[in-house]
């Protein structure tokens, strides 16, 4: 990496911010401390630029720039740097900010560009790894081809120059056995210990810059402001849990209509909307293997009662075609898709319906009755029932007619 060892004073307009500076950090607000210094005392730190390009690009500094074009300062002190790639410049970036206060969102920024680039230092050591191999593999065939090689690869830390050092900090340790690690880390545990977090919240936070990132691709800027909102204010890990509910885009949608100002306010809304439509007494949830109390169960469950935050299921054992009730927890069920009735259910309840109104039922036919009325899957057992007592009431009913007549 080149660069101008002694500071110099280019113009303040022909400099340009980073796009990655302003990607990870936003627009770059000046402040009123900075801004009083500055018109004090000048700026005395000098900004770092970019001479990659044709374009003076400012890799650090650009509050100081914003703060110079306002106040209307015409040239600037910058230290050129001749940066081999962006990807050593956006290593700069990250380290140059590194001590800066930031965001949650800029924070799981960083961590995203700093995983990329542990990859690939990754993948540089390990290929470096492999040409040592092949070296030593080498020079235990002739002494000729064993000086040939060592020459070659003598200097081969130049080789890598232009990579960012702390990246390279396995290989630079003097072992010269980048290939060979004494202790395996994922690079999200490297990364965890960049920005500070854990590995387990950086790739929960990970997951909400990705929804961000991908909302805002296809023009969805007020929905993606709002998850950003809801990160920094709720945490990584309800963020993380949103992205797993089921009503994700309603909430993003009342928010982006204005129909509530916040994530949380849309939430409390929608959960109200689901407790009203979804947990109401007659609703079918199909319950995956882990939320049936007993394994025996049909995996589909109809609420037979609702009392505040507690919703009360009917199943039919498959063993015995009885039914059992259990109380389920409403935001418990507001996760399980839920099945609607289809038309073979109706018109099994319409008949038990009419049956129960019939004069000609017996007591014991109506307490059968009420029970297959909380039926939630429509076995053969509970239509030859209905059946039996269908064919029962009717005869009944003849008998009737023919004593009257």
Not at 94 to 99: F, G, M, P, T, Y
Not at 123 to 133: P, T, V
Not at 204 to 230: D, P, S, T
Not at 277 to 306: C, D, Q, W
Request: proline share 3%; glycine share 4%; with cysteine.
């Amino acid at each position: 990496m080149n660069s101008d060892t002694n500071f110099k004073y280019l113009s303040s307009n022909i400099l340009e911010i980073h796009s990655e500076l302003l990607r990870i950090y936003g627009n770059i607000e000046e402040t009123h401390d900075l801004r009083l210094d500055i018109e004090k005392n000048g700026i005395m730190v000098p900004l770092v630029v970019s001479t990659r390009t044709s374009i003076n690009t400012v890799v650090s500094g650009a509050r100081r720039l914003r703060v110079a074009l306002t106040l209307g300062i015409e040239s600037v002190p910058v230290i050129c740097y001749s940066f081999p790639n962006e990807e050593a410049e956006k290593h700069f970036i990250l380290s140059a900010n590194r001590d800066r206060p930031k965001t949650k969102f800029q924070q799981l920024l960083e961590g995203k560009e700093w995983e990329q680039l542990e990859r690939q230092a990754a993948a540089l050591r390990r290929q470096s790894g492999l040409k040592e191999r092949w070296k030593n593999k080498d020079a235990m065939k002739s002494t000729e081809s064993s000086l040939d090689e060592l020459h070659k690869y003598s200097n081969i830390d130049n080789e890598y120059a232009h990579y960012p050092v702390a990246l390279l900090d396995d290989y630079r340790s003097g072992s010269q056995e980048p290939y060979q690690s004494k202790k395996k880390q994922r690079a999200t545990d490297r990364v965890g210990g960049r920005i500070g977090m854990s590995r387990h919240s950086y790739e929960r936070g990970r997951r909400v810059i990705e929804k961000c990132e991908n909302l805002r691709q296809f023009g969805h800027e007020l929905k993606a402001a709002a998850l950003q909102e809801y990160l920094e204010t709720a945490g990584i890990v309800p963020a993380s849990d949103l992205l797993k509910m089921p009503y994700l885009d309603s909430v993003l949608d009342l928010v982006s209509d204005g129909q509530a100002k916040t994530v949380k306010e849309a939430l409390l809304k929608v959960n109200r909307i689901q407790r009203v439509s979804a947990v109401m007494e007659g609703a079918i949830f199909f319950f995956p293997n882990k939320m049936l109390r007993k394994p025996t169960y049909y995996h589909t469950g109809r609420v037979v009662k609702v009392a505040n935050t507690v919703a009360t299921v009917c199943f039919r054992d498959s063993v015995d075609n009885d039914l059992h009730e259990h109380q389920y927890k409403c935001d418990e069920l507001l996760v399980l898709s839920k099945e609607d009735e289809n038309p073979h259910h109706q018109r099994l309840r319409d008949r038990i319906s009419r049956l129960l109104i019939n004069p000609c039922a017996t007591a014991n036919d109506k307490y059968m009755l009420n029970r297959l009325l909380g039926v939630v899957v429509c076995t053969q057992d509970e239509v030859d029932w209905l059946q039996f007592i269908e064919r029962r009431v009717e005869i009944k009913k003849t008998i009737n007619l023919e004593v009257v007549s």
